[in-house]
């Protein structure tokens, strides 16, 4: 695994094979956030029905409210406070390495009439950005979220019609290159642009007719791109969503239109696993480009936890969507819902228009909520992307690296029956209750997995899983690992039986979890040993793993780094009754950095559901 430091974000990115390298030449991977619904408002991040659903939706609905000019100086005032300053820094301080930001072309479109070309001042605000991202050391991404015409048909890209119509009118084509120029003219020498999105999601498969067009399409704007910018990156999504990559099969001599290019593909609501994205992977290998996971997000800290874990295990740069939305907790801030809000839902769903005072004070209110610091900021979210302490992680999210490195059967245990997740592994993954017999990871506004859809992974005697994760530091502590550095702790399929655990004690009992719905028993088992912190480590790890042991015989034993902290025996627990959280304190301190906890089953056998590691 590749883990930031304070160098990283050095000078042109360029693709050299499967990897991304600095300017430095240094090995890096993306690890960065959308600025979704600021260039290009969409509807659902305001909590607004279909009839809101999209940039030119919401513009009339603003208009009618409070007038055009009421309109104008709203929108300029929600340019600048969606994103400021305050937020790339936090973004920054975060441990992210880069921003995605999404453009309308109309955003830097002059619409006047009479007048045509470049919006100035549109323009110069987009430069502000860049340069903070400069000050604050963050790659950015342009991304042409919303191309002329439309290269979806839907509201994502801003459509008039709700069709595609940039594949439609050449006008629409010829449009989109001269933007591509402009902004490559523009920023030639601008090297934390990490590189150009040339178009975001197009064509979904009920447009798949022109999908033929989209890989000509491309090569007419790279021409225009190098004409004018040699240096920038270009990154390329298939089409449907970024998830149907046949456009790029096919390719004489397997070349893609241009040396320096990464590929890209979404990923929402579906399994967190390998088999999930084997064909990305396998296209990696055919066209040798790097790989990046340009949006997934919307579902819960749970799945987050998984699928950005799986992105890193398999050297995929990554971007969450998205930084900042209305009234949720799965994004990592959260605009407060200004009083009156469901008036102005209301209005779009054909009920009473608000009055224009009572209507711009609504929307005053939301305009004072959009800054960072009027935000409710959830830092469980940014947690779970980056596995980093305090953290929760659901047990059938080990590692994605393989057999022998992120889990292992009992030699000769024969693979277990698959349920649609993970079958490649071979593990015993079960429900915890319930007669689901198909894992459900659609929860696009961070619902919690219901009881029926909660899931574990039983380990028999010989069978281990591992769960890497990161201790936080001051900033620019993290050492750039290379893969294999945390391999030094794999002597675990020698020593599942090892004697020299530290002798743990029964220290008291906690109060059930509450929101578990059934019987539990949760226990303390704690090393006593003092140890001393420091700014770049923490005293010790505190555990809680929610188990459930087969019978008295059963046991399962826990490393941290290779040293085992302690073992968990089902004659302590009430064996094969209820599910029971157990806690274990390590004895030694933390380093800031990565980490790396085993569970493994010594004797017996035993169910694993999550584990919370703070």
């Known amino acids: 695994m590749i883990h930031p430091d304070d160098h990283e974000v050095s000078g042109f990115l360029y693709a050299d094979g499967h990897r991304l390298r600095n300017g430095e030449g240094r090995e890096l991977l993306l690890r960065g956030v959308g600025l979704g619904s600021w260039l290009l408002p969409e509807g659902y991040m305001w909590r607004f029905p279909e009839q809101g659903d999209r940039p030119r939706r919401i513009e009339a609905m603003i208009t009618a409210l409070i007038g055009a000019d009421g309109a104008e100086a709203f929108w300029e005032t929600y340019y600048d406070r969606y994103v400021a300053e305050a937020d790339i820094a936090r973004i920054a301080e975060e441990g992210f390495n880069s921003i995605r930001i999404p453009i309308n072309a109309r955003y830097i479109l002059r619409e006047e009439e009479g007048v045509s070309g470049w919006h100035e001042e549109h323009l110069v605000r987009l430069d502000q950005v860049i340069g903070w991202c400069r000050e604050h050391r963050i790659y950015a991404i342009l991304d042409l979220h919303g191309a002329p015409g439309g290269q979806t048909g839907t509201n994502i890209d801003d459509s008039a019609q709700d069709l595609p119509e940039l594949f439609t009118d050449e006008s629409n084509k010829q449009l989109t290159i001269a933007i591509w120029r402009m902004l490559a003219e523009r920023y030639k020498d601008e090297w934390i642009i990490a590189g150009y999105d040339l178009l975001n999601e197009p064509l979904p498969d009920w447009f798949s007719q022109y999908n ?30 970024a998830t149907d990559w046949s456009i790029f099969e096919g390719l004489p001599d397997n070349k893609l239109p241009d040396d320096n290019v990464m590929l890209q593909f979404h990923k929402y609501w579906n399994n967190p696993d390998t088999e999930s994205i084997q064909k990305y992977l396998d296209a990696r290998e055919r066209l040798n480009v790097p790989l990046f996971m340009g949006e997934g997000g919307e579902n819960n800290k749970d799945w987050y936890a998984g699928a950005f874990q799986l992105f890193e295990d398999h050297g995929i740069s990554w971007n969450f969507w998205t930084w900042k939305k209305l009234d949720t907790d799965n994004s990592p801030c ?134 890497e994760f990161t201790v936080p530091g001051s900033a620019g502590d993290m050492e750039l690992l290379k893969p294999g550095d945390l391999e030094g702790s794999r002597e675990r399929q020698e020593s599942q039986g090892s004697e020299d655990a530290p002798e743990l004690q029964v220290l008291e009992e906690l109060q059930s979890l509450e929101e578990q719905g059934d019987t539990q028993d949760t226990r303390v088992l704690e090393e006593s040993q003092d140890t001393q912190g420091s700014e770049d480590r923490q005293d010790s790890l505190a555990l809680e793993l929610r188990v459930l042991m087969s019978g008295p015989d059963s046991e399962l034993l826990v490393k941290l780094d290779g040293q085992e902290i302690g073992r968990i025996h089902g004659a302590a627990s009430g064996s094969g009754q209820n599910w029971q959280t157990v806690r274990i304190q390590s004895g030694q301190p933390l380093e800031a950095g990565a980490h790396e906890l085993t569970v493994s089953a010594a004797a017996g056998a035993a169910s694993l559901e999550w584990l919370d590691l703070r």
């Open 212 to 241: 033929d067009q989209v890989m000509p399409l491309y090569r007419e704007i790279i021409a225009a791109i190098r004409e004018v910018d040699a240096r920038h990156m270009i990154i390329l999504e298939g089409v449907h969503w």
């Open 334 to 467: 959260s605009i407060v819902l200004p009083q009156g809000w469901h008036k102005l839902v209301s209005y779009l769903e054909g009920g009473p228009k608000p009055e224009r005072v009572e209507a711009q004070a609504i929307l005053d209110e939301y305009l004072h909520n959009l800054s960072l610091d009027n935000c409710v900021y959830h830092a469980d979210v940014v947690r779970s992307l980056f596995r980093r302490l305090p953290v929760r992680i659901p047990a059938v999210f080990y590692g994605y690296k393989g057999s022998g490195l992120s889990f292992g059967r009992a030699p000769g245990r024969q693979a277990a029956a698959g349920i649609g997740f993970r079958e490649e592994d071979g593990m015993d993954f079960r429900f915890v209750e319930g007669d689901r017999t198909v894992p459900n990871f659609q929860h696009g506004r961070g619902e919690a997995w219901l009881s029926e859809e909660r899931l574990c992974v039983v380990l028999m005697e010989g069978d281990w899983v591992a769960y």
